[in-house]
């Protein structure tokens, strides 16, 4: 089993940046794709972007993309995601997930994190 734990979300000011964190444990870690998700009140679950399991590509949402930056450190058993530039609409649980294969379907995945919450004031 692996299990995921979420840290790092807040209140921002729009523009502002924040940096969530995903630790996750697990003996085939290194070897997941990763990947986030978001999700609004009254909102499906949206995915934002994942990462390979080398780190050696990445996959972001059109609507994150340019702002939003996935990164993991197998050794520490991580995955970062920075965002910067955010926007109101960014608003939603953060939700780190994983899995052997790329998707940007929820249900792609088995994993997932408890979530954190982020909110950005206008």
């Known amino acids: 089993q692996v299990q995921l734990v979420e840290s790092g979300g807040g209140l921002v000011q729009t523009g502002g940046s924040l940096r969530l964190s995903c630790a996750a444990s697990?003996?085939?870690?290194?070897?997941?794709?990763m990947a986030w998700f978001r999700q609004a009140p009254g909102k499906e679950r949206e995915f934002v972007g994942a990462?390979?399991?080398?780190?050696?590509?990445?996959q972001y949402a059109d609507v994150v993309k340019g702002r939003f930056t996935i990164s993991r450190d197998n050794a520490k058993n991580t995955v970062f995601l920075q965002m910067n530039s955010l926007k109101p609409e960014d608003t939603a649980v953060y939700y780190c997930t994983g899995g052997r294969v790329y998707n940007t379907a929820p249900i792609g995945y088995e994993y997932w994190g408890q979530g954190t919450q982020v909110t950005v004031s206008s």
């Open positions: 697990g003996r085939t870690f290194s070897s997941y794709v």
């Open positions: 990462i390979g399991w080398s780190g050696a590509w990445t």
